[in-house]
């Protein structure tokens, strides 16, 4: 049973049950938000880490994607942004616990899930590249490798003989091995899956370890963790469903998308803490990619380079949308123990209102009771509560929710009776902070002994305090207590940030800061009261160098290459790079091309001139037709590596010219027949990972094509459309088409083993529950004959790297007169910034085309305008003296390229 080794293992401190994870048998209540380190400045993350603590937050997920660190086989790097162990080491100052994604699949944000394209074309191996996500040993040879560099790294931030059970002497609460490991192949996942436990247990890591693989895949030993979209109207049903799925193990629960609407975050926190669940909030901080590379799902949300989060923005601010759920934070942390304590075996059915989702739901435990108000009408609404010994109190509820306690223990200060306001902290052992609903009337029972208080109107910036026994009572409305933060045994209101001469800023809509100690007074701090506005900066003098020699196949950079070759093999430090094709045949006919396939952008020229620009799309066709004349020297390619999926079955796809480009023509002699009722047949054979193939039975359903050939050349396969499922050649497992891809490929006479010189039978088996996919591809799917190849023949193909110009072969030249809006060749831009500037600053290139920008000789991010022409400027600020390097693929007129404020 999953969670069995969390409870018997002799050598970890950290133990679970079904409420929580223990540490020294002291439980922990997960409050997490995944900080990835890779996507902040190193400066950054102890601002990050303090202000997540103080928003309530007890711990943070943060992912060791295998790319960023090993970019080339057996080169590791964990200096400066890579540095792990700083990392850890920030988290475990601030007193926060850390959940670690270690892969070697660790998913979204990062192209490939983190999985190193040079996977793909390790030679070493006699039998070709490795199986990735599987239990081949060629690719657990590979991983050994890479996590053994991990492991040393973060063993001694376990907790440890003389731990006190706090994150301050051992942070690492646990590990993920693989992410979304979401398939039903059963041998296969507990081969490679238990292959990965062990792996983590001999490298001498001992925490708990877990897993999110949706359920598809029960592991001894680890606990599954399940992930949801936060809107989805079966969440707390889902969550409460965990306990009898998984009834030894904490239910905790990723929220997915938050950032897509962080006003709902409030009530979906609320929701997972009713339904006994510990949440983790998936997108919770704002980041950018410059030291990896976005997934195709995250381009397609938000573009090449940012990746917006649900609670702290770009600067690290708290975002105003979010403030509603800085109470329900506080109050899961503050009394986090009495939450772990709450038994879901107690649990009792609750019902749901099918109009509002409103939900009213009791649980109780050893340390108390509680009643949560879950969802809710936008307005306050009266109801009675009814207490167990018959008493009764009207509570206000309203959107997000709120909470009642009962029977609660105040860390031995006093007992909570009861109360009809949602009680969210308990500070320097003294200050009861609570919260409700504008102008009503907040009853609280507190050692025997009750008092009635009128909760502020709704235009009040200041609490209501009030002495009670040994406690005072602060009494806030749902906006101050939004605005509500702890400081050394103090309650302060309305502070948005401190800045860097110590002053703090005001939340939005306030004019002042308030601190509220111990003894209940209320001193105003000293507050700045506007933040400065920060100048558009636009007066920028420009120098730029074209790439005419790159374009004509005449630059001394060229290098030749034996045969096809990929941009990770050639040059995987940059995303543009150069190839050169000669020795072509002389032809006025429109040739029909196969460009090689992958996530990438591919320009054109021919003898210098552009011919053809083509954009990635999953839809795009994959014949083209150009036409490159009778006197065509070279042909020059210019290609933008861009990223792979973060899910699935082709996270990592080779890019650059690193196939044939092909010359097609079209085979016609093909017999097509469907039939719809015949054995299935097993997909894992073909591959032994396929995303959400539940039993490894495919679809009754066959699509046949019956062709004749009996000469040598080879031929490509062009499904045309996007489908999943499984290719036999003549009875023999030959390939996989995954969804979300058109991918051709190619059988020949001299490698296909399968392939008759003469009649041959081609059939496609969809993946079961795929079948809606193949609709059209009777008239979709194509045979092409390869006549021929460009470039290969003559070993005329070479490479040329896309570098800053660095006076040797290329020089910067004033930028001077009025430009062409483009010049539609390749171009770099550079300029000198005037003076210092800082607050959230990046560069806005709405006006230019698409290409990649560095910093003082560092990739700042690439960038694309017709989808997001913001790139930031590390921790949002830039000095005077600082130089900026812009390649634009369209060479655009950098006029009116600015630097401004915004955050995201």
Excluded at 137 to 161: C, Y
Excluded at 686 to 703: R, T
Aim: charged fraction near 20%.
């Amino acid at each position: 049973m999953s969670g069995e080794y969390c409870r018997r293992s002799p050598l970890s401190l950290i133990s679970c049950d079904a409420r929580a994870l223990t540490v020294r048998n002291k439980p922990v209540s997960i409050l997490a938000s995944r900080v990835e380190y890779l996507l902040l400045e190193p400066v950054d993350w102890v601002s990050r880490l303090r202000t997540l603590k103080s928003l309530g937050f007890t711990a943070v997920q943060t992912s060791v994607p295998w790319s960023a660190h090993e970019a080339h086989p057996g080169q590791f790097d964990f200096e400066g942004p890579r540095d792990l162990s700083a990392f850890l080491q920030a988290a475990q100052e601030v007193g926060l616990w850390v959940l670690l994604r270690m892969g070697p699949n660790v998913g979204e944000p990062f192209s490939g899930g983190g999985l190193p394209d040079w996977l793909l074309e390790d030679v070493s191996e006699k039998s070709g590249p490795p199986s990735v996500r599987s239990n081949d040993p060629a690719f657990l040879s590979r991983l050994n490798k890479w996590w053994s560099e991990i492991s040393h790294r973060v063993r001694d931030f376990q907790q440890g003989k003389s731990s006190d059970g706090t994150p301050h002497t051992g942070p690492l609460l646990s590990v993920q091995i693989e992410h979304e490991w979401n398939c039903g192949n059963a041998v296969q996942g507990d081969a490679y899956l238990g292959e990965l436990l062990r792996m983590v247990r001999e490298f001498g890591i001992d925490v708990p370890v877990s897993t999110a693989n949706g359920f598809w895949h029960d592991l001894d030993g680890t606990l599954e963790t399940w992930r949801s979209e936060f809107d989805a109207p079966d969440l707390f049903a889902n969550i409460r469903q965990l306990h009898s799925v998984q009834p030894e193990a904490p239910k905790i629960v990723t929220l997915l998308s938050t950032a897509d609407d962080p006003a709902r975050l409030a009530e979906t926190l609320l929701k997972v803490i009713a339904a006994g669940g510990m949440p983790v909030i998936d997108d919770a901080v704002s980041g950018r990619h410059r030291y990896s590379t976005a997934s195709m799902q995250s381009k397609s949300r938000h573009g090449d380079h940012r990746v917006p989060g649900s609670v702290l923005d770009s600067e690290g601010m708290v975002i105003d949308e979010t403030r509603g759920a800085i109470p329900i934070l506080r109050f899961a942390s503050a009394f986090g123990r009495m939450l772990c304590e709450l038994d879901p075996k107690l649990d009792s059915p609750v019902v749901q209102s099918s109009t509002t989702g409103h939900l009213m739901v009791p649980r109780r435990g050893q340390s108390g009771e509680i009643l949560l108000n879950v969802g809710g009408p936008s307005r306050p609404e009266s109801s009675e509560f009814i207490l167990t010994d018959g008493r009764s109190f009207t509570t206000q509820t309203m959107s997000p929710g709120n909470w009642s306690l009962m029977g609660v223990d105040l860390f031995g200060k006093g007992r909570l009776d009861h109360t009809n306001v949602s009680v969210i902290d308990f500070v320097g052992e003294r200050l009861l902070v609570a919260m409700g609903a504008p102008g009503s009337i907040a009853q609280f029972g507190i050692n025997g002994s009750d008092i009635e208080m009128t909760v502020p109107d709704e235009k009040a910036t200041a609490p209501l305090i009030a002495e009670h026994g040994e406690l005072l009572i602060i009494l806030c409305t749902p906006a101050i207590a939004g605005t509500l933060q702890v400081e050394s045994g103090a309650v302060i209101i309305g502070s948005r940030c401190i800045d860097s001469s110590g002053m703090h800023v005001p939340t939005k809509g306030r004019k002042n800061v308030l601190r509220i100690t111990s003894d209940g007074m209320i001193h105003e701090l000293q507050c700045r009261k506007t933040r400065p506005k920060t100048k558009k900066t636009t007066d920028l003098s420009w120098s730029h160098s074209t790439m005419n020699q790159e374009v004509s196949g005449d630059s001394p950079r060229y290098a030749s290459l034996k045969q096809e070759d990929s941009m990770n093999r050639c040059d995987s430090s940059s995303r543009f790079g150069w190839y050169r094709l000669g020795g072509l045949q002389s032809t006025s006919k429109t040739l029909k091309l196969h460009l090689p396939q992958g996530p990438q952008n591919m320009d054109i020229f021919r003898d210098g001139v552009p011919l053809e620009s083509i954009r990635y799309d999953i839809d795009s066709d994959s014949i083209h037709s150009l036409k490159i004349g009778s006197s065509c020297e070279h042909l020059t390619v210019l290609v933008q590596s861009l990223g792979g999926s973060s899910i699935g079955n082709s996270q990592i796809e080779s890019t650059g010219v690193h196939e044939p480009i092909d010359i097609l023509e079209k085979f016609d002699d093909i017999k097509f027949v469907f039939e719809p009722d015949l054995a299935p047949i097993n997909p894992f054979d073909a591959d032994p990972f396929i995303l959400e193939c539940h039993d490894g039975v495919s679809s009754p359903n066959a699509y046949s094509w019956t062709f004749t050939h009996r000469r040598k050349k080879s031929l490509r396969i062009v499904p045309g459309i996007s489908i999943s499922g499984t290719w036999l050649l003549n009875d023999q497992p030959l390939t996989r088409s995954e969804s979300g891809t058109r991918r051709t490929f190619v059988v020949s006479p001299a490698e296909t083993e399968s392939f008759n010189a003469g009649k041959n039978v081609l059939v496609f088996r969809p993946d079961s529950g795929k079948e809606f996919l193949c609709e059209g591809l009777g008239k979709s799917f194509g045979i092409w004959e390869i006549t021929d190849t460009l470039g290969t023949k003559s070993k005329s193909l070479a490479f040329a790297t896309n570098r800053i110009p660095d006076d040797v072969l290329h020089s910067y030249t004033p930028l001077e007169g009025s430009p062409k809006s483009k010049t539609s060749t390749p171009t770099w831009f550079q300029t000198t910034i005037p003076t210092d500037s800082k607050g959230g600053l990046v560069i806005d290139l709405s006006t230019m085309s698409r290409g990649v920008v560095h910093l003082n000789g560092d990739v700042l991010g690439t960038y694309d305008s017709s989808d997001d022409g913001l790139v930031c400027l590390p921790g949002g600020r830039i000095a005077s003296g600082d130089v900026l390097d812009i390649f634009d693929v369209e060479g655009s007129n950098p006029a009116k390229v600015s630097i401004i404020k915004q955050s995201f």
